[in-house]
């Protein structure tokens, strides 16, 4: 079955670093990878896709993601962070239900002044 | 656009009682789903409908039952409130095909005593 996992459960960056957060997935054929973002007591939000094409995909809010076929990854990364993007982030793989998503358990994101 | 809807925001349940989580889109979209999240686990899928006129069960389905009311609606009963049923529900929906957004309501948070 179709999984994601996401090592880090938290991650703190000091505003202005730039930023890497860890998704690896398991599928057999080519995935549908998605980046979800979840502020405190918000839903989700999509930051970016891949389904084909170009791996290196760009999002909204500064963020990108690169699909890497090799290392079953699809890192997302931000070149430097502001202290608004201290949220809960979910990678998710397109599932065998129909056209749901299989998430990751997430990386929750500090940010420090 | 409302977007993805759902009723209520926050309800406390007894053991035993039962409730109907209401989901409403407008978006004209095919296909929708109830997903709960519980900390340190991420999203998990209870059921979802592909299209109109039909469901199936997700990865945990046990003590809930859906209604796909319309294309427009997908509402998800707890029939005998259980503690364990405690959690954040987020209704999504998405037009129907491989690689699509997801789009999520706000979610609901259900205590049950």
């Known amino acids: 079955a179709q999984s994601v996992t996401q090592p880090d459960i938290h991650i703190t960056v000091s505003e202005g670093a730039s930023l890497e957060l860890r998704c690896n997935y398991s599928y057999g054929a080519t995935p549908y990878l998605f980046w979800y973002v979840q502020s405190p007591g918000q839903g989700l939000q999509l930051l970016l896709k891949y389904f084909s094409g170009d791996t290196l995909v760009q999002g909204i809010k500064g963020f990108e993601a690169e699909f890497k076929r090799s290392q079953s990854s699809f890192n997302l990364r931000k070149p430097s962070v502001h202290w608004s993007d201290a949220a809960e982030y979910f990678c998710a793989v397109g599932s065998n239900s129909g056209y749901a998503l299989n998430f990751g358990k997430g990386t929750s994101l500090l940010v420090t002044p | 656009n409302a977007g993805v809807t759902q009723t209520p925001k926050f309800q406390v349940l007894k053991t035993g009682q039962s409730m109907t989580l209401q989901c409403a889109q407008d978006m004209n979209h095919n296909s929708m789903y109830w997903y709960r999240q519980d900390p340190g686990m991420g999203l998990r899928l209870i059921y979802y409908s592909a299209s109109e006129g039909t469901t199936d069960k997700g990865e945990v389905p046990n003590g809930y039952n859906v209604s796909r009311l319309n294309k427009r609606e997908f509402s998800l009963r707890l029939e005998s409130a259980a503690p364990s049923q405690t959690s954040v529900y987020f209704c999504?929906?998405?037009?129907?095909?491989?690689?699509?957004?997801?789009?999520f309501g706000p979610g609901t948070r259900l205590l049950v005593l």
């Open positions: 999504a929906s998405s037009a129907g095909s491989d690689g699509e957004t997801q789009y």
